[in-house]
């Protein structure tokens, strides 16, 4: 039995779809694209011949979306993240990358993008961090020349989810030195614009399934038409884009946490040491009860969070921190937990479970470390203190 | 041109959680999940391919069973079929395969397909007998064990059937059935749209008064085989291993053994 979020109809599909993928295409392919380190298209393909990358994306621009964009976003990432962490950001890397559209992009811009995204002909990803601006975003240094009906763009991106693999991209500029962070703009920047092209790949400790690559701009020139929002608007579009894919960072983990404990709870059930399965064990069943709370409970946080996106009142900035960093928080602890309870096997590559705690590491420090997001939260709980007095 | 095709699907237990009680040496139903035949899935795949190859044309999945065969008709669905049609009545019911492939054979005569296609067997009774049977009942060509559609037009299609020492090419007139192995091809897993579109579709139900039969060769009266008995087989005892010297006393101590069990 699992708890009910009040999926509908339609989510609940999309669940099903989404952990048939996971259980047939994803597990069997989880450990050569770990070792190799290769881009999984077979998977990306069933995924978009299965419709849902049109999940975040409303129907009027080719998805299935009906405003419950995230919270499907959401349920997707987390079950294919129960069976790799790796894969399953591919799916959820274009989501972020779409999300500046999404949000703040014209109807126009929309009309363009969106159809080829929800179909999956093409991969987006997000572009802003650079060398000496990670958690310090507005210290980008890649900058916009306006030229003509044109802007030329110079500068690197580095460890960008998708790159080399996406064919759109959401890239963050500086258009207005004189501005600080209300003089950066967001672009889209198709794969294949002379002077745009993809530099050094990375090698992994964990997500080795998804390709994080630099993106170099030179004098790579795009038409103003292709900005999204007006110019000193990037950063805004920047932090209105975490609010919405930060759940998304926390269903990974979530779905990661899950699947370890999962693998865990079986494991303990087969070995058998001093006679006795080791889940008879009430030092183990503590174990397993204490992870599977954390993963439940952040399973609630990260789905009202969703909900409440979807269904918006205002910015959701401080519980969108709060469920990216909750729920990797406790991925990292439940995995460890996970590999104590393999014992000396849990250590051992041959089993799938280490693989599991390297995937989840990186939910800590992506789409913004889990200090940055305590800041978040911290600065805005000050804030409604102060408002009601 | 556009083809018509028919793909026969039984729904079947899930034979990863297949368990018999040992007391009864039958079939412990309860909980266990209902799946397409994994065969039929490698059939409908290939009708809904034949559909994206040839325009115009229509896959209709027929099947004979109780209601709760409904759900896996919606699967099929689900992966590009266009239409189902259910054959369900208590006539039907206890059916072997001859009164089953007669059963089908006269819904055929209703849907007049240029093509039906079945998998090779069914995973629960393993008979392989069906898909021949409709073909015999309708006199239409049959070809087993296809593994490959080279061509296909409105009068003949070319197919490789799957032999044991290689692959035989048939040219066979249509209509006609073709019985399909699992190499054929990959089947796809749904998609959402596919989802939302089974869900919409109605399942078509016939029972015998939609159909031309005769009330003697339905169900278990029409059929001519029962099963008297379904047991697992004893597990096999582990194998003697005889030593002697050399091989001449030990094909001696074979000889007398065979001997003694009066094989030989």
């Given at each position: 039995?699992?708890?009910?979020?009040?999926?509908?109809?339609?989510?609940?599909?999309?669940?099903?779809?989404?952990?048939?993928?996971?259980?047939?295409?994803?597990?069997?392919?989880?450990?050569?694209?770990d070792e190799e380190q290769k881009f999984p298209w077979d998977v990306i393909n069933q995924i978009a011949a299965s419709?849902?990358?049109?999940?975040?994306?409303?129907?009027?621009?080719?998805?299935?979306?009906?405003?419950?964009?995230?919270?499907?976003?959401?349920i997707v990432t987390e079950e294919l993240s129960k069976a790799c962490g790796g894969i399953a950001l591919?799916?959820?890397?274009?989501?972020?990358?779409?999300?500046?559209?999404?949000?703040?992009?014209?109807?126009?811009?929309?009309?363009?993008?969106?159809?080829?995204?929800?179909?999956?002909?093409?991969?987006?990803?997000?572009?802003?961090?650079?060398?000496?601006?990670?958690?310090?975003?507005?210290?980008?240094?890649?900058?916009?020349?306006?030229?003509?009906?044109?802007?030329?763009?110079?500068?690197?991106?580095?460890?960008?989810?998708?790159?080399?693999?996406?064919?759109?991209?959401?890239?963050?500029?500086?258009?207005?030195?004189?501005?600080?962070?209300?003089?950066?703009?967001?672009?889209?920047?198709?794969?294949?614009?002379?002077?745009?092209?993809?530099?050094?790949?990375?090698?992994?400790?964990?997500?080795?399934?998804?390709?994080?690559?630099?993106?170099?701009?030179?004098?790579?020139?795009?038409?103003?038409?292709?900005?999204?929002?007006?110019?000193?608007?990037?950063?805004?579009?920047?932090?209105?884009?975490?609010?919405?894919?930060?759940?998304?960072?926390?269903?990974?983990?979530?779905?990661?946490?899950?699947?370890?404990?999962?693998?865990?709870?079986?494991?303990?059930?087969?070995?058998?040491?001093?006679?006795?399965?080791?889940?008879?064990?009430?030092?183990?069943?503590?174990?397993?009860?204490?992870?599977?709370?954390?993963?439940?409970?952040?399973?609630?946080?990260?789905?009202?969070?969703?909900?409440?996106?979807?269904?918006?009142?205002?910015?959701?900035?401080?519980?969108?921190?709060?469920?990216?960093?909750?729920?990797?928080?406790?991925?990292?602890?439940?995995?460890?937990?996970?590999?104590?309870?393999?014992?000396?096997?849990?250590?051992?590559?041959?089993?799938?479970?280490?693989?599991?705690?390297?995937?989840?590491?990186?939910?800590?420090?992506?789409?913004?470390?889990?200090?940055?997001?305590?800041?978040?939260?911290?600065?805005?709980?000050?804030?409604?203190?102060?408002?009601?007095? | 041109?556009?083809?018509?095709?028919?793909?026969?699907?039984?729904?079947?237990?899930?034979?990863?959680?297949?368990?018999?009680?040992?007391?009864?040496?039958?079939?412990?139903?309860?909980?266990?999940?209902?799946?397409?035949?994994?065969?039929?899935?490698?059939?409908?795949?290939?009708?809904?391919?034949?559909?994206?190859?040839?325009?115009?044309?229509?896959?209709?999945?027929?099947?004979?069973?109780?209601?709760?065969?409904?759900?896996?008709?919606?699967?099929?669905?689900?992966?590009?079929?266009?239409?189902?049609?259910?054959?369900?009545?208590?006539?039907?019911?206890?059916?072997?395969?001859?009164?089953?492939?007669?059963?089908?054979?006269?819904?055929?005569?209703?849907?007049?397909?240029?093509?039906?296609?079945?998998?090779?067997?069914?995973?629960?009774?393993?008979?392989?007998?069906?898909?021949?049977?409709?073909?015999?009942?309708?006199?239409?060509?049959?070809?087993?064990?296809?593994?490959?559609?080279?061509?296909?037009?409105?009068?003949?299609?070319?197919?490789?059937?799957?032999?044991?020492?290689?692959?035989?090419?048939?040219?066979?007139?249509?209509?006609?059935?073709?019985?399909?192995?699992?190499?054929?091809?990959?089947?796809?897993?749904?998609?959402?749209?596919?989802?939302?579109?089974?869900?919409?579709?109605?399942?078509?139900?016939?029972?015998?008064?939609?159909?031309?039969?005769?009330?003697?060769?339905?169900?278990?009266?029409?059929?001519?085989?029962?099963?008297?008995?379904?047991?697992?087989?004893?597990?096999?005892?582990?194998?003697?291993?005889?030593?002697?010297?050399?091989?001449?006393?030990?094909?001696?101590?074979?000889?007398?053994?065979?001997?003694?069990?009066?094989?030989?």
């Amino acid at each position: 039995m699992e708890l009910d979020f009040g999926f509908n109809e339609e989510q609940l599909m999309i669940r099903d779809l989404a952990r048939q993928i996971a259980k047939e295409k994803v597990v069997p392919a989880r450990a050569k694209y770990d070792e190799e380190q290769k881009f999984p298209w077979d998977v990306i393909n069933q995924i978009a011949a299965s419709d849902l990358f049109g999940v975040f994306i409303d129907t009027e621009y080719g998805g299935c979306a009906e405003g419950n964009g995230i919270t499907n976003m959401c349920i997707v990432t987390e079950e294919l993240s129960k069976a790799c962490g790796g894969i399953a950001l591919a799916f959820a890397g274009t989501g972020l990358g779409t999300l500046p559209i999404i949000l703040s992009a014209s109807e126009e811009q929309k009309q363009k993008y969106l159809p080829d995204i929800a179909s999956g002909k093409r991969l987006a990803a997000f572009g802003l961090t650079e060398p000496n601006a990670g958690s310090d975003a507005a210290a980008i240094r890649t900058t916009a020349v306006k030229d003509g009906d044109d802007y030329i763009i110079n500068g690197t991106k580095q460890w960008i989810t998708n790159g080399g693999d996406a064919e759109i991209y959401t890239v963050f500029a500086v258009t207005d030195k004189t501005k600080g962070a209300r003089g950066a703009s967001c672009f889209v920047v198709e794969l294949g614009t002379p002077g745009f092209s993809i530099g050094k790949k990375e090698d992994k400790f964990g997500i080795r399934a998804s390709s994080t690559t630099e993106l170099i701009f030179e004098d790579c020139r795009v038409p103003a038409t292709d900005m999204i929002g007006k110019p000193g608007t990037g950063f805004m579009t920047a932090m209105k884009t975490f609010d919405a894919s930060r759940p998304g960072v926390g269903s990974q983990a979530l779905g990661i946490a899950a699947g370890a404990l999962e693998l865990a709870v079986d494991y303990s059930r087969e070995r058998i040491q001093f006679g006795k399965p080791v889940s008879s064990n009430q030092g183990l069943q503590w174990m397993m009860a204490d992870m599977a709370m954390q993963v439940e409970a952040a399973r609630a946080l990260i789905y009202a969070t969703a909900r409440t996106i979807d269904n918006p009142k205002g910015r959701a900035t401080k519980f969108s921190a709060m469920s990216k960093c909750f729920a990797s928080d406790m991925s990292v602890q439940v995995c460890l937990d996970a590999i104590q309870i393999f014992g000396g096997y849990g250590y051992m590559k041959e089993y799938p479970i280490e693989k599991y705690l390297r995937d989840a590491k990186i939910t800590q420090i992506y789409e913004g470390t889990n200090q940055i997001q305590r800041d978040e939260i911290a600065s805005a709980l000050i804030k409604e203190s102060a408002q009601r007095k | 041109m556009a083809l018509n095709i028919v793909v026969c699907m039984k729904q079947v237990p899930d034979t990863t959680e297949v368990r018999i009680n040992p007391e009864t040496n039958t079939l412990i139903r309860d909980g266990v999940d209902s799946i397409i035949n994994p065969f039929d899935t490698y059939a409908i795949e290939e009708a809904v391919r034949l559909c994206e190859r040839v325009e115009g044309s229509k896959t209709t999945i027929l099947s004979m069973g109780p209601p709760q065969v409904e759900s896996s008709l919606k699967d099929a669905l689900s992966v590009g079929a266009d239409e189902v049609v259910l054959l369900s009545d208590r006539e039907f019911a206890g059916a072997d395969t001859w009164a089953t492939s007669y059963t089908l054979a006269a819904a055929m005569k209703k849907l007049k397909p240029d093509l039906i296609i079945t998998g090779k067997q069914a995973i629960d009774g393993d008979t392989a007998q069906v898909g021949p049977g409709i073909a015999v009942h309708l006199d239409m060509p049959q070809v087993c064990y296809v593994s490959k559609i080279r061509e296909i037009n409105d009068e003949v299609a070319i197919v490789e059937r799957l032999l044991e020492d290689g692959h035989e090419v048939v040219e066979v007139k249509l209509p006609a059935v073709l019985t399909v192995v699992k190499e054929i091809n990959e089947p796809r897993l749904p998609s959402l749209k596919g989802k939302m579109k089974a869900k919409k579709t109605a399942v078509t139900v016939w029972t015998n008064d939609d159909l031309d039969t005769d009330p003697e060769c339905l169900g278990l009266t029409g059929s001519p085989t029962q099963v008297s008995k379904i047991f697992s087989p004893p597990k096999r005892g582990g194998g003697e291993m005889i030593d002697g010297e050399n091989a001449q006393e030990k094909a001696e101590t074979v000889v007398a053994k065979l001997k003694e069990l009066q094989v030989i």
